[in-house]
């Protein structure tokens, strides 16, 4: 079953240089994060720290971007252990391809 997904707040969730670049490091979290004592990379995702430093942004700026993809529901945060792991919603990313495709 098909995701349903608001294409426009999708777009524009990932018209932002930096939560595109989001998007693609989360497609391979262990091939673009350190490794991670708490949180598995495939099941929980990144961890909210890792996404902070990699984006050299402050705490808040990245906290910005990930809501805003989380409310889109291309992303999934999952708190674990005092942290917040985050992880592309597969099923929610191919409603988008297949949405822009149909156009």
């Not at 670049?21 to 673009?32: G, K, S």
């Not at 996404?51 to 809501?67: C, F, G, N, W, Y």
């Not at 005092?82 to 597969?90: D, I, K, P, Q, S």
Request: charged residues 20%.
């Amino acid at each position: 079953m098909e995701e349903s997904l608001d294409l426009e707040k999708a777009l524009k969730a990932i018209a932002s240089p930096r939560r595109l670049q989001i998007m693609q490091w989360l497609q391979d979290v262990a091939a673009n994060f350190p490794a991670q004592v708490h949180g598995d990379p495939v099941k929980h995702g990144a961890c909210n720290l890792f996404i902070t430093d990699k984006l050299e942004v402050s705490q808040p700026a990245a906290s910005r971007h990930m809501k805003v993809l989380v409310e889109a529901g291309l992303v999934v945060a999952t708190a674990r252990s005092g942290w917040v792991y985050y992880r592309r919603n597969e099923p929610a990313v191919d409603a988008l391809k297949h949405q822009l495709l149909a156009l």
